[in-house]
């Protein structure tokens, strides 16, 4: 990879994160709305019936796909405004940096989200992850990767559509199936207090997932911007 | 920025399809050697003849899908509207004959395996890639510039077809129902032979009938096409 391409894509980050820093709105959006849904989702079983921690696994990763969900679609929603895009389309910078930019703004807001989010379950679940806090940060680390990959994708897809926010989630869902399954199987796995080892070929589906699609949705996304 | 409409022959005035035809007429003799001449299986009685649908619409499913991901990657390369159209065509084709494979596996499920539903491998795996197509179809939808709508569809129909592995992976890693596939084992076939011959003549009358649904849904892209050129002059 050269060089310029990732110093590009540092540039198309740092604007993005400083964007979300000073206005703070997706990130408490998205937070809020994490925290409710994990106190939702409690009160969806009988907890005479499902012992709490047997859920906690399922609940966070599928509160982080769509809480993920809103990070990403204001990825390129921002843009619009003020036809931004077109500077940035404009700027004598390769269009794989705006991708990769994009992508490692979307991933520090994605993990950010899940570090409030992890220890929140662990609250309301009443699920000790101490003892598995490694292993959870492995987890979470692949699986942002692999969403943040594919949602960017997406997102830039989704925002110069007519559905826009409507399209993005019956879209990209359906890549987030693998994702979920690995990383909610895994993490109760871990939580149970059994070896990293006995996840080991679920983390290498997430690897691999991720893997590819870094790799495709990055080739793919110029063909996503106006020519 | 509306890519220029290719210029094609306006297609004949006939309504009559020779090739639509054919493969209903394809479809109809296999069921008939299927039901009168085919016989019955011993334990799962008549209600394994739906097997004669659900096999063959499986593979037309898959088959419709790889032509989806190969023509959007042609379209990429060449840019030649009519790959465009092949893949719009061949998925809608594929979204209706995966939903036969999801409707006919349930009948066919609870008087074998006595329930209507379970989540086995390549049931949900079936109904994943069901997902991804009606999303292809709703995004279609919803883009009206011709040329962004062929990119972005090339671009999803690519990488759904990425994502069938990682599906199949992590869907086999929970435990599974399903038959092992027990028609390509050329070495040693477990399907009697008038069985066989049956699902092989099923496999190409779908088949056919696959082809001749796609060129009917290409011709119909081409007529409106026709339709909404006339109507601006």
Redesign the interface.
Same mark, same amino acid.
């Given at each position: 990879m050269r060089p310029d391409l990732l110093r590009a894509a540092a540039m198309v980050a740092r604007k993005d994160l400083t964007i979300e820093f000073r206005t703070k709105t997706a990130f408490f959006a998205a937070s809020a709305f994490t925290l409710l849904a994990i106190v939702i989702f409690f009160f969806a079983w009988d907890p005479t019936a499902v012992s709490a921690i047997d859920l906690a696994p399922g609940v966070l990763w599928v509160i982080f796909t769509f809480s993920g969900l809103l990070g990403l679609q204001r990825s390129f929603n921002v843009e619009h405004a003020d036809r931004a895009m077109d500077a940035l389309l404009a700027a004598p910078i390769a269009r794989e940096s705006i991708y990769l930019g994009k992508a490692a703004a979307n991933l520090v807001f994605v993990l950010a989200v899940q570090v409030l989010a992890i220890p929140a379950v662990a609250l309301f679940y009443n699920a000790p992850m101490g003892h598995a806090a490694g292993g959870l940060a492995l987890i979470a680390v692949l699986a942002a990767i692999g969403l943040v990959a594919v949602g960017t994708l997406f997102s830039s897809i989704a925002s110069n559509t007519r559905l826009a926010e409507l399209l993005l989630p019956v879209v990209v869902l359906p890549f987030f199936v693998p994702i979920v399954m690995a990383a909610a199987q895994s993490t109760g796995r871990i939580m149970a207090g059994r070896p990293l080892a006995e996840s080991a070929s679920w983390l290498q589906l997430l690897a691999g997932y991720d893997l590819v699609f870094a790799a495709a949705c990055m080739l793919a996304f110029p063909y996503t911007l106006e020519e | 920025?509306t890519a220029p409409m290719t210029r094609q022959a306006p297609p004949s005035r006939r309504v009559f399809d020779w090739m639509l035809l054919l493969a209903i007429a394809a479809v109809v003799a296999t069921y008939v050697r299927a039901i009168v001449f085919t016989p019955v299986e011993r334990l799962q009685g008549p209600a394994q003849k739906i097997f004669y649908i659900h096999a063959p619409s499986a593979w037309v499913a898959f088959l419709a899908f790889g032509v989806v991901a190969f023509a959007g990657a042609m379209y990429?390369w060449l840019k030649d509207e009519r790959l465009d159209r092949i893949a719009e065509s061949s998925a809608e084709v594929g979204v209706i004959f995966t939903t036969g494979v999801l409707l006919t596996g349930p009948m066919w499920g609870k008087p074998v395996w006595g329930t209507w539903w379970t989540w086995d491998a390549r049931l949900t795996l079936t109904l994943?890639l069901w997902?991804?197509y009606?999303?292809?179809l709703?995004?279609r939808g919803? +883009?009206?510039d011709r040329?962004?709508r062929a990119?972005?569809s090339? %671009?999803?129909g690519? +990488?759904g077809s990425?994502?069938i592995p990682?599906?199949h992976?992590? %869907?086999y890693?929970f435990r599974t129902l399903h038959p092992e596939p027990i028609v390509l084992k050329p070495s040693a076939p477990s399907l009697p032979g008038e069985m066989l011959t049956t699902l092989l003549i099923a496999f190409l009358s779908f088949t056919l009938l696959y082809l001749a649904l796609v060129r009917a849904r290409y011709r119909l892209g081409v007529l409106r096409d026709h339709a909404a050129l006339a109507e601006e002059e």
């Open positions: - | 920025m990429l994943f997902f991804v009606v999303g292809y709703v995004m919803a +883009l009206d040329a962004q990119r972005f090339a %671009v999803l690519i +990488l990425l994502l990682f599906i992976l992590s %869907v890693l």
